[in-house]
């Protein structure tokens, strides 16, 4: 199995950043997904970003400007950077690892994709 933890976590301003990482251990995936969700309590996982072992990445419409997904060189650990946090941004954040065809280009954006989850880490953003 793949261990994925979060870290980065905190209570900031609206405007604030907060860079997030994500740390994998355990099968090494030489192809892969990493991607970051988040939820609010009573409210479905909501897609944030993906980022691929080939270093293709994808934003929702929300993070889109604002968020940046990125990876180390040894592909170990992944980070999002948020800017410019809004109070809406405030939610539990997952990190979350699927292996991918080695052949595919295809990101993968929904959370029953994924099959190693971290344990979330708090963001909350105040006004």
Not at 61 to 80: H, I, P
Not at 99 to 108: C, G, M
Request: with cysteine.
């Amino acid at each position: 199995q793949v261990h994925v933890v979060e870290s980065g976590g905190g209570l900031v301003q609206a405007g604030d950043s907060l860079r997030l990482s994500c740390a994998a251990s355990g099968r090494t995936f030489s192809s892969y997904c990493v991607g970051w969700f988040r939820q609010v309590p009573g409210q479905e996982r909501e897609f944030v970003a993906v980022i691929s072992s080939s270093g293709g990445t994808y934003y929702s419409d929300s993070a889109k400007g604002r968020f940046t997904v990125s990876r180390d060189s040894g592909d170990d650990t992944t980070y999002l950077q948020m800017n410019n946090l809004k109070p809406e941004d405030t939610a539990v954040y997952y990190c979350a690892v699927v292996q991918r065809s080695p052949t595919s280009v295809a990101l993968r954006l929904h959370a029953w994709e994924y099959d190693y989850w971290g344990q979330g880490a708090q963001v909350t953003v105040s006004s």
